[in-house]
């Protein structure tokens, strides 16, 4: 497919620390472009020190732009439901704070109907022991993490953290979405 008739849209979602889900989302067919940051915030150009701190209301998240004629929104919101757990409020695992939160920034109606639609059919289907506390927040503006953050895993797999807490989700994915992957095993 050439560039020209790519349809690229973008995704902005906050699955707690953007490390743990920006190597599984990059691995995605049809994903183009991966970008740790934060959004949802009161602070201009925020720092990864300040947001850390819960005081800028700026979360974790992953800008993701996409072709949606090889994947769809809805396609990465069912890799975003399994590879966070939006049931719990303001954490993921040990991080705890808003800027852990589980959110969808929308960037259209539509994107914020079909997620308000899945939450619904997951908390119907008891996919969950407890209701899905996801936020759906309008996307206003995104701001990329310091460099080191981005492709994190990639660059530091060998680090502790990505051997205990990164690689065995990146793993699960592999395994639940071989289908989806740019290069199938």
């Not at 690229?8 to 990059?26: D, H, I, K, M, R």
């Not at 989700?169 to 989806?180: A, L, N, T």
Request: include cysteine; charged fraction near 20%.
């Amino acid at each position: 497919m050439s560039e020209i008739n790519k349809t690229l849209a973008t995704a902005t979602l906050g699955t707690g620390c953007f490390w743990c889900t920006e190597a599984v989302f990059q691995q995605l067919e049809g994903v183009e472009k991966v970008t740790s940051g934060y959004c949802g915030g009161n602070v201009e150009n925020p720092t990864y020190k300040e947001v850390c701190n819960g005081t800028t209301g700026h979360a974790e998240c992953l800008n993701i732009e996409y072709d949606s004629s090889k994947i769809s929104f809805e396609d990465l919101l069912e890799v975003f439901w399994k590879t966070h757990d939006p049931t719990t409020l303001n954490r993921q695992g040990n991080d705890i704070g808003t800027q852990y939160r589980s959110v969808v920034f929308y960037h259209s109606q539509q994107q914020k109907t079909i997620t308000e639609n899945q939450i619904a059919e997951l908390d119907k289907s008891g996919s969950w022991n407890n209701p899905i506390v996801t936020t759906l927040e309008t996307f206003v503006k995104f701001y990329a993490a310091e460099d080191y953050h981005n492709n994190y895993f990639n660059n530091n797999g060998g680090n502790p953290y990505c051997q205990m807490v990164v690689r065995p989700k990146v793993e699960k994915f592999e395994k639940v979405f071989k289908d989806k992957l740019k290069h199938k095993n």
